[in-house]
């Protein structure tokens, strides 16, 4: 399985940016699709989550902010980000996660950096 993240830049507080995570091998539809962000020095934390019902979950930090999707036909996953702060700046990962017996899949992207300018 190979996820390739884009979309990220640099772009000015109050902005917008739209990430993508195209994956292969696997479909997307049925993983859980995450998107995750590090910034310098933290921890990495978990922004949005979609499942293969299409339910979704958002880091409160995030929440009315960011927009996660899907696109089944194109096995690609988004993350629309609004609104963007200075504090979003950060790398963020496209992850496909999914239990089974025995264990789990957890597979990542290479990352996309987010830099956000007040």
């Known amino acids: 399985v190979q996820l390739q993240a884009s979309g990220g830049g640099l772009v000015q507080a109050g902005e917008s940016l739209r990430l993508s995570c195209a994956a292969s091998?696997?479909?997307?539809?049925?993983?859980?699709m995450r998107w995750y962000r590090q910034a310098p020095g933290k921890e990495r934390e978990l922004v949005a989550s979609i499942n293969s019902s299409g339910s979704i979950n958002y880091a409160d930090s995030v929440k009315g902010r960011f927009t996660i999707s899907r696109d089944n036909a194109k096995n690609s996953v988004y993350l629309k980000m609004d609104s963007l702060k200075p504090e979003d700046t950060a790398v963020y990962y496209c992850?496909?996660?999914?239990?089974?017996?025995?264990?789990?899949?957890?597979?990542w992207g290479q990352g996309t950096l987010v830099t956000v300018s007040s």
């Open positions: 992850n496909m996660y999914r239990p089974v017996v025995g264990g789990m899949l957890d597979y």
């Open positions: 091998g696997d479909t997307i539809r049925r993983n859980v």
